[in-house]
């Protein structure tokens, strides 16, 4: 019974980890999607760099001019048009190349993410899927067996299709964060990680669109 009690309770402090790290990585998207918007998370710096949420920092920065690094804190701004123009390795992350993908309409040009082939093999074909979804916001979008390659535009309303995918849902939630109409087929596919997802994303960044 110790040893069940003591299993569980470290399968709860892992699941309280992966959610607050969810945030995390979503958090320097949501600010660089919104114009004007700060965005401040706690800091994760480069000596912690291997960790999903730094690297997706490291990621956001190439998009937006103003990323402030401090020892306790990440601050992301959002502006009206990111950059783009560039293709990046999301190898060692490709479990958030859809949520850069949800931010890529907003560059002044297309961007490239690679290294994602192993990304078909997941709750979905995420990168079809992803694809398929800007596609139906009206975005063009390209993709190759590792890589999808997404274009500027004006996402536009659209049901988003999550395949019973948290992420596919989790991402699409930040497009809806600037994006009119944006709604997801089965909000709740998110109870596979993070059953409060939507309430706690609406708390730190606002309600979708």
Do not use: W
């Amino acid at each position: 019974m110790v040893l069940v009690r003591a299993v569980t309770a470290g399968h709860r402090r892992r699941a309280a980890l992966n959610r607050a790290a969810e945030l995390l990585r979503l958090g320097p998207a949501s600010g660089a999607v919104l114009p004007d918007r700060r965005e401040d998370r706690p800091s994760l710096t480069r000596g912690e760099g291997n960790h999903p949420p730094a690297l997706m920092i490291d990621r956001v920065a190439a998009f937006t001019t103003v990323v402030e690094t401090r020892a306790e804190s990440i601050t992301v701004t959002g502006s009206d048009r990111l950059r783009g123009g560039f293709t990046v390795d999301m190898g060692e992350i490709s479990g958030t190349f859809m949520t850069l993908a949800c931010l890529a309409p907003y560059a002044d040009a297309p961007i490239e993410m690679t290294g994602i082939a192993h990304a078909r093999l997941k709750e979905s074909d995420r990168i079809e899927a992803t694809a398929q979804n800007l596609r139906r916001c009206g975005i063009a979008v390209d993709t190759g067996p590792d890589r999808i390659t997404v274009h500027p535009g004006r996402p536009g309303p659209a049901t988003i299709d999550c395949h019973r995918d948290h992420r596919i849902a989790m991402s699409f939630s930040v497009l809806g964060l600037r994006a009119p109409g944006i709604e997801l087929d089965d909000p709740t596919c998110v109870g596979k990680t993070f059953p409060e997802f939507h309430t706690v994303f609406a708390a730190a960044f606002g309600s979708r669109s």
